[in-house]
C-alpha cells in the first residue's frame, strides 16, 4: 500500500441540503477530485489516460457516513492506494473534519482501468506507477 495522500477542503453553501449539511452524494465528487489528485501526484493524468484509450472506471463504492460535514467546515480526505487483483485496485479514503480530525466519512472504491475494446485491463504506466 502506497504512503497516504492528502487534501484539502473547505465546504461551500451550495453543497449543503436543505438540513443544513453536506449532501451525501457530494461526497462522492469530493472523494473522486482527491483520487485524481492523487493519481496526478504519481504522474498519472486521468485526462490524458482518456485520450490515450485507457478509461479508469469505479466498479465499487463502499461509504461509511460517520458525522456530517456544515457550510465553512473545512476538512481533509485522506487517500491510500492498494493493488487488490492483477486488474483491481482499491484507493482506502478518510474525510476528517478540521481542526479536531474527527472523522466524517470511510470508503473503499474499487477500480481498474478499460482498454479501447472495453475489456479490464492495467496498462504498463499505471502498474509502474504502483512500483510493479
Known sequence: MNDEFKLDFQVRDYECDMQGVVNN???????EH???EFLKSLG????ELTRQGVNLVVVRAELDYKSPLKSGDR???GTRL???SPLR???HQDICR?????PVLKARII?????DRGRPRLPRQIAEALGG
Open 75 to 77: 476538512f481533509w480526505i
Open 98 to 102: 478540521e481542526p479536531d480530525g474527527a
Open 111 to 115: 477500480g481498474t482501468a478499460l482498454g
Open 82 to 84: 492498494e493493488r487488490i
Open 89 to 91: 485496485l482499491a484507493f
Open 34 to 36: 482527491t483520487r485524481h
Open 44 to 47: 498519472l493524468d486521468f485526462a
Open 25 to 31: 452524494a457530494v461526497y462522492q465528487n469530493y472523494l
